[in-house]
C-alpha cells in the first residue's frame, strides 16, 4: 500500500516538474519576477534624501554668511541655488522648483558679530514630508555646527554644553537601501510563492487537466503534495537569486546565520503555497485566481508587514490586523539577519509564527479541495 502511495507520489511530482519545464511563465515568475522587482525597487525606490534642490537668499553678503552656507554646498544632500531676495525664492518654491530655501537677512553678520543670535528664515515646501524634515533638521544641526566652529575660531569655550556623538547600529550608513531590500525579498517571495500555485492549478482547471487527475486512484493529499514539493523547490530557487542579488549587487550586508535564513525562508514559502492552494480551491480561473492573489497576498505584505510603513506608527486596529500577514514576520527576521545578524529573541517568535501560518493555510487548502467536478 505504502509502496504504492510512493509510486503514485513520484509519478505526481515527475508529472508536475516537467510541466513545470515545459511551461516558461513558472519559470518567470520563480526567477525573472523576483530579479526584476528587486532591480526596478532597489534603483527606483528610496528613501534617502540626496541633491535636494534649496535656494540660498543672502540679503547682506558678508564672511559669516558666506561661511554658514558654505556648509549646505558642501553636503551631498542638497543642490543649493542662490537668489537675489525672499520674493524670488519662495515664486521658485511655489513653483516646485525648489523644496525650501533658507533666508539670512541684512543683519546676520551684524547680530553675529554681537553676538546675538541672529533670525534664520527656513521655508519647506511641506509636501514632501521626508525632503521637509531632511531641510528643517540638516538646517537646525548645521546651525549649531557653525556656532561652534566659530566659537572655537574665536577662541571660546564651546557655546554647547553638551557634546553628542551618536552612534547608528545595524545600519551605519543608514542607507535605506539596505533597509528596504531585505524586507522587499519577503514581498517578492509572497507573491511569487502565491502565483505559483494559484495561476498553475488554476490553469489545470482550465485546461481539463486537474479532471483527468480526479478520476485516478490518486487522493487529494497526493495531489497536493505533488503541487506544493516542485513548486516549494522552484520559489526557493527564487530566493536564493533574490539574496544573490541583494548581497552582490546592492551590497546589503548579510551578518546572521544563512542556514537560519534558509529555515524561515523555508517556513514562509510553505505558508505562500499553502494561501496559493487556498485561493486555487476558491477560483478556477487564472486571471480572477491572479486578482485574488495580488489582492489578499502581495497587497497586505506591501503595506502591512514593516517592508515600508513602520507598524508601530500605524492605529492600534490596523496593527492588530497585521498579525495575520504572513510577510510581517518574515520581513521582521529578514532585516534582523541581514543587518544586526541572528538575534534570536527576534527570530525565535517570528520562526514560530511562521510555521503556524504554514500549517494554518496549507490545512486550509486541504479543507477546502474536495475530489470531486462541482
Known amino acids: 500500500m505504502k509502496a504504492g502511495i510512493w509510486m503514485r507520489l513520484r509519478g505526481l511530482i515527475r508529472k508536475e516538474s516537467l510541466q ?10 520563480a526567477f525573472l519576477l523576483p530579479a526584476m522587482l528587486l532591480l526596478l525597487f532597489g534603483y527606483g525606490v528610496s528613501l534617502d534624501a540626496k541633491h535636494v534642490a534649496l ?8 564672511a559669516a554668511a558666506a561661511s554658514f552656507t558654505a556648509q549646505f554646498s558642501n553636503s551631498p544632500y542638497f543642490a543649493p541655488q542662490s537668489f537675489p531676495n525672499a520674493a524670488a525664492a519662495q515664486t521658485a518654491l511655489s ?14 553678520a551684524r547680530r553675529v558679530a554681537a553676538g546675538q543670535d541672529p533670525d534664520i528664515g527656513v521655508y519647506v515646501d511641506g509636501i514632501n514630508a521626508n525632503n521637509a524634515r531632511l531641510i ?29 556623538e551618536p552612534r547608528i547600529w545595524f545600519n551605519p550608513a543608514v542607507s535605506s537601501r539596505d533597509y528596504l531590500v531585505p524586507g522587499l525579498i519577503a514581498v517578492i517571495m509572497t507573491l511569487t510563492g502565491a502565483l505559483l500555485t494559484a495561476l ?46 541583494a548581497v552582490f549587487l546592492f551590497g546589503v550586508p548579510l551578518l546572521g546565520s544563512l542556514l537560519v535564513l534558509t529555515l524561515a525562508a ?4 510553505l505558508a505562500s503555497l499553502g494561501m496559493g492552494l487556498l485561493i486555487s480551491t476558491i477560483a478556477k480561473n487564472q486571471f480572477v485566481a491572479g486578482q485574488i492573489a495580488i489582492i489578499t497576498t502581495f497587497l497586505p505584505a506591501f503595506i502591512l508587514s514593516g517592508f515600508i510603513f513602520d507598524i508601530g506608527s500605524m492605529p492600534a486596529p490596523i496593527q492588530v490586523i497585521t498579525h495575520i500577514v504572513a510577510a510581517r514576520y518574515f520581513v521582521s527576521i529578514l532585516q534582523s539577519l541581514f543587518l544586526a545578524g541572528t538575534v534570536w529573541p527576534v527570530i525565535l517568535p517570528n520562526l514560530l509564527a511562521l510555521l503556524l501560518m504554514a500549517v ?15
Open 95 to 108: 513653483h516646485e522648483t525648489i523644496d525650501g530655501f533658507v533666508w539670512l537677512r541684512s543683519d546676520f
Open 266 to 269: 523555508s517556513l514562509f514559502m
Open 136 to 164: 528643517e533638521n540638516y538646517v537646525q544641526q548645521s546651525w549649531a555646527d557653525w556656532i561652534t566652529s566659530q566659537a572655537d575660531l574665536a577662541g571660546a569655550s564651546n557655546p554647547v554644553p553638551i557634546n553628542v
Open 360 to 374: 494554518f493555510f496549507l490545512g486550509a487548502a486541504r479543507l477546502a479541495a474536495r475530489k470531486r467536478l462541482d
Open 55 to 62: 535656494g540660498i537668499v543672502v540679503e547682506q553678503p558678508s
Open 20 to 29: 513545470i519545464l515545459r511551461d516558461p511563465s513558472s519559470i518567470a515568475i
Open 200 to 245: 498553475v492549478i488554476a490553469r489545470e482547471w482550465e485546461r481539463g487537466t486537474m479532471e483527468a487527475l480526479m478520476v485516478t486512484r490518486v487522493s487529494m493529499h497526493e495531489i497536493l503534495i505533488s503541487k506544493v514539493v516542485p513548486y516549494f523547490l522552484l520559489g526557493m530557487g527564487g530566493m536564493a537569486v533574490s539574496v544573490t542579488i
